[in-house]
């Protein structure tokens, strides 16, 4: 599972990367300081969850994941925040954001998220290969008669 981690404090976002990377099939594949940095790498890769704050420098994280909506709507995103407000939780939903976790994070709490998140995935997946091998099958089947 493919992550990326964006916040402007280098001690969390060093942190979230030496917690998550290589843990299982983990893989912190961006840590970035900024949201524009950000979108500008994520254009070239799709991770599979984003993990943000949402007070940045030039652009917030919210407007961060409306903009990467634009064009990926199937990564699962994550937002670790100093503030509760409820303004921020509610436009999170409104951007289908997986998980409004406020600071500090219980180290569990956030692993557990993770985790349910690649059982996600690997369902996801499993429905993928089932689909590809029953349109192997009737492609197979419609050649014979």
């Given at each position: ?76 995103i994550i937002i670790l925040s100093g503030y509760s407000d409820f303004g921020f939780a509610q436009r999170a939903i409104e951007l289908g954001v997986t998980r409004y976790l406020t600071k500090p994070t219980k180290r569990r709490e956030l ?35």
């Amino acid at each position: 599972m493919d992550i990326v981690i964006v916040d402007d404090e280098p001690k969390i976002r060093n942190g979230l990367s030496k917690l998550l990377d290589g843990r299982g099939n983990w893989h912190v594949t961006g840590t970035y300081a900024d949201a524009m940095d950000a979108l500008k790498n994520m254009a070239f890769c799709s991770p599979d969850v984003i993990i943000t704050d949402i007070k940045m420098p030039e652009i917030n994280g919210l407007d961060m994941i409306d903009r990467m909506r634009e064009t990926d709507q199937e990564a699962y995103i994550i937002i670790l925040s100093g503030y509760s407000d409820f303004g921020f939780a509610q436009r999170a939903i409104e951007l289908g954001v997986t998980r409004y976790l406020t600071k500090p994070t219980k180290r569990r709490e956030l692993l557990g998220v993770l985790e349910e998140i690649e059982g996600k995935l690997s369902e996801k997946q499993f429905g993928q290969v089932i689909r590809r091998k029953i349109e192997l099958f009737r492609n197979i089947f419609q050649a014979d008669f």
